[in-house]
């Protein structure tokens, strides 16, 4: 089953723009993955936060998690066409379990 | 470091047929994940592996779906007796060994893409 859901579902911004995809989730976590995924190709992992953390940044991404709100968000700055893929948010649960569990993706379009 | 490969990246198959794919993670990760991704949706687990032993398995691992990680390397999933409803993409992921804690950046390979006709 799913336990994020991502929003938008599709999003379409101009080159040099910033991206900001925003994610659900229902139990409580250990940590929150960010995986981008090319068309038709396999997971690429981008950033992770732990449950104790509130923000984190890797070159031009910046990911924040709520744990109150079971919501995360991840800001892509001065976006790329290379940037357009779908994107996921995962979560592991911890407590004896590693596997992740995804949402259903963003995808994003970046217009040259 | 060559990454995870999957083999093989197609497969097409009749309903009916038993189909088996092959993952082989990154050297000196013991760990193993198989998870399933259908067309618009996130992936979903199936079953993970630490060295040989299989710890954890999704109830979507229906009886038709068994997996092998017989020497703790390379891992096997076969499907018996297939149905429409297993087209799917099959994603294998590996990562190593934990340091402590729950906290796992987990690598993907390509995947096979499963069509059943």
């Known amino acids: 089953s799913q336990q994020g859901e991502e929003d938008p579902q599709a999003l379409s911004i101009q080159e040099g723009e910033n991206a900001t995809m925003n994610c659900s989730y229902k139990?409580?976590?250990?940590?929150l993955q960010w995986y981008r995924q090319n068309s038709g190709r396999g997971l690429v992992h981008l950033i992770l936060?732990?449950?104790?953390?509130r923000e984190k940044h890797s070159g031009r991404l910046r990911v924040t998690l709520d744990t109150s709100k079971k919501s995360s968000s991840l800001l892509i700055t001065a976006s790329r066409a290379a940037d357009t893929a779908s994107y996921f948010c995962a979560t592991q649960s911890g407590a004896g379990s590693y596997q992740l569990t995804f949402g259903k993706g963003t995808k994003l379009s970046v217009i040259p | 470091d060559t990454g995870v490969s999957q083999d093989p990246r197609h497969k097409i198959t009749k309903r009916g047929q038993n189909v088996t794919f092959r993952c082989d993670p990154i050297?000196?990760?013991?760990?193993l994940y198989w998870y399933r991704q259908t067309l618009g949706q996130g992936p979903e687990f199936l079953t993970y592996f630490q060295n040989e032993a299989q710890l954890e398995k999704s109830r979507l691992l229906s009886d038709r779906f068994s997996a092998e990680r017989p020497k703790g390397s390379f891992s096997t999933l076969e499907i018996q007796r297939t149905e429409q409803g297993d087209s799917a993409m099959y994603l294998c992921?590996?990562?190593?060994?934990?340091?402590?804690?729950?906290?796992?950046?987990?690598?993907f390979g390509p995947g096979t893409r499963l069509t059943v006709l």
């Open positions: 936060i732990r449950s104790n953390e």
């Open positions: 139990t409580s976590i250990n940590n």
């Open positions: 050297s000196e990760h013991n760990r």
């Open positions: 992921a590996s990562s190593p060994p934990l340091a402590g804690g729950y906290t796992d950046t987990q690598y």
